[in-house]
């Protein structure tokens, strides 16, 4: 059961708009995630609830609170509660699918968010594990396609089938650890995924940058 | 980052430290930050949560979008001013301050989670009643948040605090037992008598399950802080009188998780068992969604 709290704000914090820290910031917080990810304009959301998200996401607001963080407000925005109205009225279809069955990655607060527009598809599988507090276990990006363990911080980078080596050098050389590995290779582009026990340095992603084709620390 | 109540109390106890310190030195090292920087985003915490508390006690109080809870914390207030309460002023501020916070988070307004917004009130409830009682510094509440988030961290490590993986007991009951901790420390008790309040608190809570009416964060959520924040007060005295718990914190924390992991679905923050499912629950949440839920 062992959860993935590491700073004192994921206990006291966040500050956030209610009523659920795992319905409504967390999911904020998943939104997020899309958000980084996508860095495009949007226009179409669909998103796939499970179990405990998928019996009670109205009541708690997680439907325009993961819209909103896909929008990239924060979880104390006050407009959070207006995401999915401005979303509709910037032009994005936004979707809500309730599921019956089982979560597909293993956790009652679920949510698989897939963002399109004309040229791209993106598909992110997070959960809520509590206190605002998420993990991401799944990823569908450019043809790849990983399966995280969940636990962030987590750097995603696209580099050159070869480079991986060098990447963990410079993340491990400021006393960060990396606590598992994966990489998706199509055709000669790589995607390399590090989950790591703490965020590394701006200076650290800077350098990392500078090898890379695209990088996104989450 | 500690794995246990056992190891936290070692370490304050090899560096001659208290429980909040050593929380505001791990912090600085996990997100390389100052001491300023960490003790102002604690202090930014501290204000979201005073303010929030003020909020829902003035004027009219506040009133969720459902109209299910709201105005509570004010009835609370105009009954302390009459003076005539059964509880000392002291255990009806704290109800007061945990009815203010749960019914601002139930309005969707800003509050701040400890550690999630379900169970908000229960720290606050606990902070700004010994706050009045002992004249603490800001300083001094600061130091009691760091106290309580090292308690909150191992139990959300060791077991969980989401009502959807471990029922109630994992967000009132974990929060009324850091609050516990948090005031014995803050009340001059050492690191092993927090301890024993963490334990009595969070044993007293065991196998709270998590049956919001509607799905919401409101029935019974709100009034379950109060239980949280009055347990907490209890289970400090206690340990300060010198009273222990007898099973040790870390195997309480343990006891919580088995007992969620056995807790059945319709009682973990679905909306599908306990007060959810009464005929007046039910009758709730159709006028809220209609029939077809």
């Given at each position: 059961m062992s959860g993935n709290y590491k700073s004192v704000f994921d206990i006291i914090g966040p500050?956030?708009?209610?009523?659920?820290?795992?319905?409504t910031a967390g999911a904020v917080a998943i939104g997020h995630v899309a958000h980084k990810l996508f860095s495009q304009k949007i226009t179409k959301i669909t998103v796939d609830y499970y179990e405990s998200f998928a019996q009670t996401h109205r009541g708690h607001g997680t439907d325009f609170a993961i819209v909103a963080g896909i929008l990239?407000?924060?979880?104390?925005?006050?407009?959070v509660s207006q995401a999915v109205k401005i979303a509709r009225e910037g032009g994005i279809k936004v979707k809500f699918i309730e599921h019956r069955t089982k979560s597909p990655i293993h956790h009652p607060n679920t949510a698989i968010i897939t963002l399109e527009n004309e040229n791209k598809k993106i598909q992110i599988a997070g959960c809520s594990i509590g206190g605002g507090t998420i993990e991401i276990r799944g990823l569908k990006l450019d043809g790849h396609e990983l399966s995280p363990k969940?636990?962030?911080?987590m750097v995603l980078c696209w580099i050159k089938d070869g480079q991986q080596e060098l990447i963990e050098q410079r993340l491990q050389a400021d006393d960060v650890v990396i606590k598992r590995t994966s990489q998706s290779v199509k055709a000669e582009h790589c995607l390399l995924e590090v989950e790591l026990d703490k965020k590394p340095n701006q200076d650290a992603l800077a350098e990392i940058a500078q090898l890379t084709h695209e990088l996104v620390c989450l | 980052m500690y794995q246990t109540v056992a190891s936290l109390l070692k370490k304050c106890d090899e560096l001659n430290l208290p429980i909040w310190e050593l929380m505001v030195r791990t912090e600085m090292n996990f997100e390389r930050a100052s001491r300023k920087a960490v003790w102002d985003k604690m202090k930014h915490q501290l204000h979201v949560m005073q303010k929030a508390a003020k909020r829902g006690a003035s004027g009219e109080g506040v009133h969720s979008p459902t109209g299910l809870t709201g105005g509570d914390a004010v009835k609370m207030r105009k009954y302390r001013e009459q003076g005539l309460?059964?509880?000392?002023d002291d255990v009806l501020l704290a109800v007061q301050n945990a009815l203010a916070t749960n019914e601002v988070n139930a309005a969707m307004g800003v509050i701040c989670a400890t550690p999630t917004a379900g169970s908000s009130g229960t720290i606050p409830g606990v902070l700004f009643s010994i706050k009045e009682k002992l004249d603490l510094t800001e300083e001094q509440m600061i130091q009691f948040l760091f106290t309580a988030s090292a308690f909150g961290l191992v139990t959300a490590n060791s077991a969980m605090i989401a009502g959807a993986v471990g029922g109630c007991q994992a967000e009132v009951g974990s929060a009324s037992a850091m609050a516990a901790a948090a005031a014995v420390e803050v009340c001059g008790g050492t690191p092993k008598q927090a301890s024993e309040a963490f334990a009595m608190a969070l044993s007293n809570l065991l196998g709270l399950v998590c049956d919001p009416v509607a799905g919401l964060v409101e029935i019974p959520c709100v009034k379950r802080n109060v239980a949280g924040a009055v347990n907490a007060l209890a289970c400090s005295d206690m340990a300060l009188a010198?009273?222990?718990?007898?099973?040790?914190a870390d195997e309480v924390i343990g006891a919580m998780r088995r007992i969620g992991e056995k807790m059945p679905m319709q009682l973990r923050?679905?909306?599908?068992?306990?007060l959810a499912t009464t005929p007046t629950g039910l009758k709730m949440k159709i006028k809220i969604f209609g029939e077809e839920v």
């Open positions: 500050v956030m708009v209610g009523p659920s820290s795992s319905h990239g407000m924060g979880t104390a925005d006050l407009r969940g636990p962030l911080p | 309460g059964l509880s000392g010198g009273i222990e718990n007898k099973i040790p923050e679905t909306g599908l068992g306990g």
